[in-house]
């Protein structure tokens, strides 16, 4: 059984930074593309960043235009965790940040990750 636990939400001033933390326990990470969903108040969950499993040593990520250049997705297999960086917040940036899992691919669509944490809170005054 896989299990995604979220961390490091809070609230921060626009312009600051925060790092979520997921840990991830049961299967086998390093096979695993990672991905970062966020769900505003009123909101669907929407596609945020991914980053691949490793091929030969080489990840690959994505993320949703409104972050590009603000938030970076990392991971690190020998500790079965990945984090994402935000930088210059936005108070749009403020939701629910989760952390999703599947084997395979990487892929922007929520429906095809199995695998969920619970979200961390993630609120940017202006």
């Known amino acids: 059984q896989v299990q995604l636990v979220e961390s490091g939400g809070g609230l921060v001033q626009a312009g600051g930074s925060l790092r979520l933390s997921c840990s991830v326990s049961?299967?086998?990470?390093?096979?695993?593309?990672m991905g970062w969903f966020r769900q505003a108040p009123g909101k669907e969950r929407e596609f945020v960043a991914w980053?691949?499993?490793?091929?030969?040593?080489?990840?690959?990520?994505d993320y949703i235009d409104s972050v590009k250049g603000r938030f970076a997705i990392s991971r690190d297999n020998a500790k079965n965790m990945v984090y994402l960086q935000m930088n210059s917040l936005k108070p749009e940036d403020t939701a629910v940040y989760f952390c999703?899992?599947?084997?395979?691919?990487?892929?922007?669509?929520?429906?095809?990750?199995?695998?969920w944490g619970q979200g961390t809170q993630v609120t940017v005054s202006s």
């Open positions: 980053i691949s499993a490793g091929y030969g040593g080489t990840y690959y990520a």
């Open positions: 999703a899992a599947r084997a395979g691919r990487s892929s922007r669509l929520r429906n095809e990750y199995p695998y």
């Open positions: 049961g299967g086998t990470f390093s096979s695993y593309a």
